[in-house]
């Protein structure tokens, strides 16, 4: 059975994703500045993710999980041009593809 959701609960849902969304691109932008890259690019993919639920769930439609293709999907559908402009090469392909940068354990980037 379908649960019917008021047009407030949305609301609500929209703004908290907006307003979590813009707390991971700050932190994700405080830890890409002092150097903490494998840290900043998993807070920069959860700010992502949850502006792109934020508009998914704005058009009534929910999508569970991680950024997955039907996020990618659902925002190709409500705008094919904000799609088109992503790098989706950016986002993770699955759990624990986090090994983004190959000199993390390095000198440079100490693990």
Same mark, same amino acid.
């Given at each position: 059975?379908? #649960?019917?959701?008021?047009?407030? /609960?949305?609301? *609500?849902? %929209?703004?908290? @994703? !907006?307003n979590l969304g813009f707390k991971?691109? %700050?932190? =994700? #932008? %405080?830890?890409?500045?002092?150097? !903490? +890259?494998?840290?900043?690019?998993?807070? =920069?993919? *959860? +700010?992502?993710?949850?502006? @792109?639920?934020?508009?998914? *769930?704005?058009?009534?439609? *929910?999508? $569970?999980?991680? !950024? #997955?293709?039907?996020?990618?999907?659902?925002?190709?559908?409500? $705008? &094919?041009?904000?799609? =088109?402009? !992503?790098?989706?090469? @950016?986002?993770?392909?699955?759990?624990? &593809?986090?090994?983004?940068?190959? /000199?993390?354990g390095s000198k440079e980037f100490? &693990?």
């Open positions: 059975m379908k #649960r019917s959701v008021s047009k407030n /609960q949305i609301v *609500t849902k %929209v703004i908290t @994703f !907006l991971d691109y %700050v932190a =994700a #932008r %405080v830890l890409l500045n002092i150097g !903490l +890259c494998l840290q900043g690019v998993i807070l =920069a993919s *959860t +700010c992502i993710e949850k502006h @792109f639920k934020a508009i998914i *769930t704005f058009r009534g439609n *929910t999508c $569970d999980g991680h !950024l #997955r293709a039907g996020h990618l999907k659902a925002i190709n559908n409500y $705008d &094919s041009k904000l799609y =088109a402009s !992503l790098n989706v090469e @950016f986002q993770p392909k699955s759990p624990g &593809s986090f090994k983004l940068i190959p /000199q993390l100490p &693990s």
